[in-house]
């Protein structure tokens, strides 16, 4: 079985821009949950989505958005780029209910300068 | 609040020695916890969790942990360590406990050296 994808693996952008990140779950996962890693902040978690909705969100401006589709892909984007948004965007995926455990991605690295 | 805390930043151990990695956290109700290891520019690995149960868990390439509730701890173990270990370790709790969301509260992470 696939694991989660991440596209781009790499993006460098310019304050100021926008950015939109996809991930693609593992099959039959209905969750999908997104964080941000950085080397002073850690990780932290940015929010959830299942079943096309968002059902948790950490506390990030909102800026960061996301979505999900029909066939569980997701999406997040970020307006407005700062320089403190450089950081590695991981995805993950969770069976849903009856599933704990939560299947990351590879990330993506953005850099923004 | 919940809260995981990781006290070391790094631990040093020989290969073939025993290593533990320490993990304390702080919820409320019954934990969910998890371990993950994070190699260099990959995403995170899923290691072993505990929701329920036996309080020693056994998990992917032979790391096992001990949940202990009295000490609130979820402590990372392998019996030999081995060089390909090395890596970044998170412990993370899940979060909030109604509804069955999942949000992961993690750790700041140990870094694992095992030296030959």
């Known amino acids: 079985k696939a694991g989660v994808t991440q596209t781009p693996r790499y993006l460098i952008k310019t304050r100021g821009q926008q950015v939109t990140l996809s991930c693609s779950p593992i099959s039959g996962h209905r969750s999908v949950s997104w964080y941000q890693q950085t080397p002073g902040q850690g990780l932290q978690f940015l929010f959830e989505?299942?079943?096309?909705?968002?059902?948790n969100k950490g506390n990030f401006p909102g800026r960061f958005s996301g979505r999900q589709f029909s066939n569980s892909r997701s999406e997040m984007n970020v307006s407005t780029l700062e320089l403190g948004d450089s950081a590695l965007y991981l995805c993950?995926?969770?069976?849903?209910?009856?599933?704990?455990?939560?299947?990351f991605g590879p990330g993506t690295r953005l850099t923004v300068t | 609040a919940q809260s995981v805390a990781q006290p070391e930043d790094q631990v040093n151990v020989a290969e073939g020695n025993p290593l533990t990695v320490k993990c304390t956290y702080s919820v409320s109700g019954n934990p969910y916890l998890f371990w993950y290891v994070q190699y260099p520019n990959r995403g995170l690995q899923f290691l072993l969790k505990?929701?329920?149960?036996?309080?020693l868990v056994k998990g992917s390439y032979g790391f096992e942990a001990e949940f202990n509730k009295s000490q609130t701890s979820f402590h990372l173990k392998k019996p030999s360590a081995l060089v390909s270990d090395s890596a970044l370790y998170f412990c993370?709790?899940?979060?909030?406990?109604?509804?069955?969301?999942?949000?992961?509260?993690f750790g700041a992470g140990t870094r694992l050296a095992v030296h030959p």
């Open positions: 993370a709790v899940r979060g909030p406990f109604s509804g069955g969301y999942n949000k992961l509260i």
């Open positions: 989505y299942f079943s096309e909705t968002q059902r």
């Open positions: 993950a995926s969770t069976l849903g209910r009856g599933g704990y455990e939560q299947y």
């Open positions: 505990y929701i329920t149960g036996d309080n």
